[in-house]
């Protein structure tokens, strides 16, 4: 079994996760069909208060 020979620094660490994070796609944003509002996916609508074409909040 393979076993490292020398302790991977906290540079080279943080250097390996870091790069990560550059491979992560921008987040998509869609229309409210009902008021036309830029949403989050899967999220409700702040404006209105629909998700999946019902008033789940109230909003004023």
Avoid: F
Wanted: charged share 30%; with cysteine; proline share 7%.
């Amino acid at each position: 079994m393979g076993v490292p020979k020398k302790r991977t620094s906290k540079m080279r660490r943080d250097r390996r996760r870091a790069a990560n994070n550059n491979l992560r796609s921008a987040v998509q944003v869609i229309k409210c069909p009902k008021c036309k509002e830029p949403v989050l996916p899967h999220r409700a609508c702040a404006a209105c208060g629909t998700y999946g074409g019902r008033e789940v909040v109230a909003t004023e």
